[in-house]
């Protein structure tokens, strides 16, 4: 169990710019969310994959967010024509349902900054 | 959006103190839940507590769960400088914990 993994760690991009996340879950858990957590706020949840199934999505995926699960294992994130409004801390999270608790593993994050 | 609220927004102790968190929310929970997140990391589970506990304990924790004033209270005995970090609540509706909601946490200092 090596632990949820995600990269880049740290990003930093123009404005307009396209830039892609991904995150590598716990391998044999078969959920992967994906949070945006900004300076001195808690996470807020964008999306929850079920094996490669995207089975909901907050309204704060724009349609500039797009993420993606293909093979039910890694997944990325993908911002186009970012904005400086979307320099936050994107972190992922994964989940197995054999856990009674359910309990989400979170990477250590891809810190965003839009100039 | 956020659930829980947590109460107060920053807390500084001296190691050797107990340092006493709250979170409240406002929607029915079917579990809720503590994580610790160090500055610029990932957050760290700490304890689950189900809707139909009220107090569970793990190690120097102590969780306390009020349905009945949708609160939480989340106890850290004999604080150590390494428990320097964030603190939050998260609530989920039911038990695939699918729609987590964070509240924006408590910054705990322990100096030394």
């Known amino acids: 169990d090596t632990g949820v993994s995600q990269n880049p760690r740290h990003k930093i991009t123009k404005r307009g710019q396209n830039v892609t996340f991904r995150c590598d879950p716990i391998s044999e858990h078969n959920r992967l969310y994906w949070y945006r957590q900004t300076l001195g706020q808690g996470p807020e949840f964008l999306t929850y994959?079920?094996?490669?199934?995207?089975?909901?999505k907050s309204r704060l995926l724009s349609d500039r967010f797009s993420a993606e699960r293909p093979k039910g294992s890694f997944s990325t994130l993908e911002i186009q024509r970012t904005e400086q409004g979307d320099s936050a801390m994107y972190l992922c999270a994964s989940s197995s349902f054999r856990r009674p608790e359910d309990t989400q593993y979170f990477g250590p994050g891809t810190r965003l900054t839009v100039l | 959006s956020q659930q829980g609220e947590e109460d107060p927004q920053a807390l500084s102790i001296q190691e050797g103190e107990n340092a006493t968190m709250n979170c409240s929310y406002k929607t029915s929970i079917n579990n809720l839940q503590w994580y610790r997140q160090n500055s610029g990391r990932g957050l760290v589970h700490l304890i689950l507590?189900?809707?139909?506990?009220r107090e569970k304990h793990s190690g120097r924790l102590r969780v306390t769960l009020d349905t009945s004033k949708k609160s939480s209270s989340l106890l850290i005995t004999a604080s150590r400088a390494a428990d320097t970090a964030s603190y939050f609540c998260?609530?989920?509706?039911?038990?695939?914990?699918?729609?987590?909601?964070f509240g924006a946490g408590t910054r705990l200092t322990v100096k030394p």
């Open positions: 998260a609530t989920a509706g039911d038990q695939n914990n699918n729609d987590m909601r």
């Open positions: 994959f079920q094996n490669e199934a995207q089975l909901e």
């Open positions: 507590i189900r809707s139909n506990e």
